[in-house]
């Protein structure tokens, strides 16, 4: 069983930045990829981003450049930089991870853009 615990959401005006954390409970968390989905009012969930154990990243192309996945294996922490921020990033972020054909996700943080 995997805990996810995400925080550092908030209000923020456009064109600011925040970091995201996401803190998983459990052993092994270098083994195990990380990733972020959002899902803002109305609409579809939506792939943010991703790190392997291995620190490599992938990205959707409408994020490349703004925002910014990272590990800290130490803490057991996954992070999202969210920089120069828009109004349409309002949405609510979840971080996600799958062990043995098991998917787990936190329980979200909520970020809001204003303009």
């Known amino acids: 069983q995997v805990q996810l615990v995400e925080s550092g959401g908030g209000l923020v005006q456009a064109g600011g930045s925040l970091r995201l954390s996401c803190t998983a409970s459990?052993?092994?968390?270098?083994?195990?990829?990380m990733g972020w989905f959002r899902r803002a009012p109305g609409k579809e969930r939506e792939w943010v981003a991703f790190i392997r154990g291995d620190g490599s990243t992938n990205y959707a192309d409408s994020m490349k450049g703004r925002f910014t996945i990272s590990r800290d294996n130490a803490k057991n922490t996954v992070y999202l930089d969210l920089n120069s921020l828009k109004p349409e990033d309002t949405a609510v972020y979840y971080c996600?991870?799958?062990?043995?054909?098991?998917?787990?996700w936190g329980r979200g943080t909520q970020v809001t853009v204003s303009s």
């Open positions: 996600y991870t799958s062990r043995a054909n098991q998917a787990y």
């Open positions: 459990g052993r092994s968390f270098r083994s195990y990829g």
